[in-house]
């Protein structure tokens, strides 16, 4: 089985960091993001896409060829912008029918939840979360089928975000999407328009941290101690996590989706 892993984006609101190190390079617990996705994987998964772009060197270069015994190919996110744009550029890697697990490369997730996706056809992990407001809110039946996405809504009557891991098959590439305001191919109103004529199920994790600003690497470096049973120690981060987090004094400041 193959997973296909999204790392092409600048990771601007991650900045200074990213400037010299992308996104999915930067490390928790003396491990890079993208592995810690990779780790997460099951071991049905023999076979890693990485759609790349900004310093996508480095991002080859660290990871290789090869890594925790799953072969790692690349491919260069291509001229359409957004998270459908990157997904497209792999389609002919893929058998007509066959099932693929997607995620991105920089945020924490649960090994069991990714697992329990594959006993479906179709679905997606989700995690309740406080404000909907903030997030793709998923509507999902008491069965688990999902109904509807709908991106960052003002009222909402569900609390399931969704987290950004799926199990999708080659179907989802008849649905290309329309761009968005930024000029950006959205994976979501893909997956959305699919709703109509292939069901999806929504999976609930019990543990992910989005990382998206250098105090999240704070955030994920404490929901991993804990989670590992293990004292939290300013050494675990990277040199550049520990000296923002001291000068800055980027510590949580909220809970831990866990």
Known sequence: ??????????????RPLTE????????????ALICHMIDALPMEVTEVIVVTDYLAEKIEKGLGSTYAGREITYIRQGPE?????????????????ERFLLGYADDLHDPNAIKELLRYDRGLL?????????????????AGTVK??????????????????YLL?????????????????????SIAASLNWYEMTAVKSHFWVPVGYPKDLVRASVALAKREHTPFVGTLLGW??????????????????S
């Open 20 to 31: 010299t190190v992308p996104k999915p390079m930067l490390r928790v617990r003396g491990k």
């Open 81 to 97: 912008r957004g998270t459908a744009g990157a997904l497209w550029q792999c389609r002919d890697r893929m058998r007509t029918g």
């Open 1 to 14: 089985m193959k997973a296909i892993i999204l790392a092409a984006g600048k990771g601007e609101r991650m």
């Open 169 to 189: 098959d080659t179907n989802i590439f008849t649905y290309w999407p329309k761009p968005d305001a930024k000029g950006e191919h959205v994976l979501t109103d």
């Open 126 to 142: 989700v995690h309740e979360v406080a404000d909907p407001s903030r997030f793709g809110i998923v509507y999902a039946s008491h």
């Open 240 to 257: 550049r996590e520990r000296v923002l987090a001291w000068f800055r004094g980027l510590i949580p400041t909220e809970p831990v989706a």
């Open 148 to 165: 509807a996405i709908v991106e960052k809504p003002k009222v909402a009557s569900s609390n399931l975000a969704a987290v950004g891991v």
